[in-house]
Every structure is written in structure tokens, then in C-alpha cells.
């Protein structure tokens, strides 16, 4: 079931930038704390890219630390949506990239985990081409 979903991927080159936005579905009832971005590459593990707390309108972020200074995650208007502003992106950013959300506790040491979320969007795929 898509709970989450996510919009804005598509294809740039080396250096250009891409925004990912999501909500929750239409019927959301799920009340979270967290939101977080998430990728996966052909063959690769599912890895978390950034998180922030939207109990308190976004101000604790985590962020990857291949994505530190390029990407930004922010609150969007509720608790339930957040965009991903991708700046000076790099081929290895290509991925299918994927929202999450959860109502569990988290810190720095286990926002990056995928058993941590409850919701999930479908996916958009980001190219990054050289």
C-alpha cells in the first residue's frame, strides 16, 4: 500500500540540482514524528539519506555523510510532508529515492535503520548524469 508519496525526480547532469517533495496519501490518519529520505541503487542496500523531526517543525536534522552540504531535508507545511533539496549532485546520487515516516523515537544512531519506519512512498528515480 502506498502511504507516502513522493514527486519531483527525474534526470540532470553532473552539478544541477533536483527538490523531492512528500505527503502523505489522501486518508493519511498516521500521526508521525520523523520523516526521512531514503535511496537504493540497482544492487545496492536501501540507505538513509537524511531525517528530520517534524514534531518540532523540522529544526533536528540527520543527514548521510556523503550528502552533508549538498542535500537539505525541511518541513513542508504539517508534520506529514517534507521536500529534499538536492544541490551539486553526483552521478553515485543515482538512485530510487524514497520517503519514509515513522512515530518512533529516534537519534543519531538508529535514524539511518529501515525497520525504524512504518510508511513508505513508492519511489522516484533520480539520474545523474556525467
Known amino acids: 500500500q502506498v502511504q507516502l508519496a513522493e514527486s519531483g525526480g527525474g534526470s540532470v547532469q553532473a552539478g544541477g540540482s533536483l527538490r523531492l517533495s512528500c505527503a502523505a496519501a489522501s486518508g493519511y490518519t498516521y500521526k508521525t514524528k520523523w520523516m526521512a529520505w531514503f535511496r537504493q541503487a540497482p544492487g545496492k542496500e536501501r540507505e538513509g539519506v537524511a531525517v528530520?523531526?517534524?514534531?518540532?517543525?523540522?529544526?533536528?536534522?540527520y543527514y548521510a555523510d556523503s550528502v552533508k552540504g549538498r542535500f537539505t531535508i525541511a518541513q513542508d507545511n504539517t508534520e506529514n510532508s517534507v521536500h529534499l533539496q538536492m544541490n551539486n549532485l553526483e552521478t553515485e546520487d543515482t538512485a530510487v529515492y524514497y520517503c519514509?515516516?515513522?512515530?518512533?523515537?529516534?537519534?543519531?544512531?538508529?535514524?539511518?535503520?529501515?525497520?525504524?519506519?512504518?510508511?513508505w512512498g513508492q519511489g522516484t528515480q533520480v539520474t545523474v548524469s556525467s
Open positions: 519514509a515516516a515513522t512515530a518512533n523515537t529516534l537519534y543519531s544512531w538508529n535514524w539511518a535503520a529501515a525497520s525504524m519506519y512504518r510508511l
Open positions: 528530520t523531526y517534524t514534531g518540532d517543525g523540522g529544526r533536528v536534522t
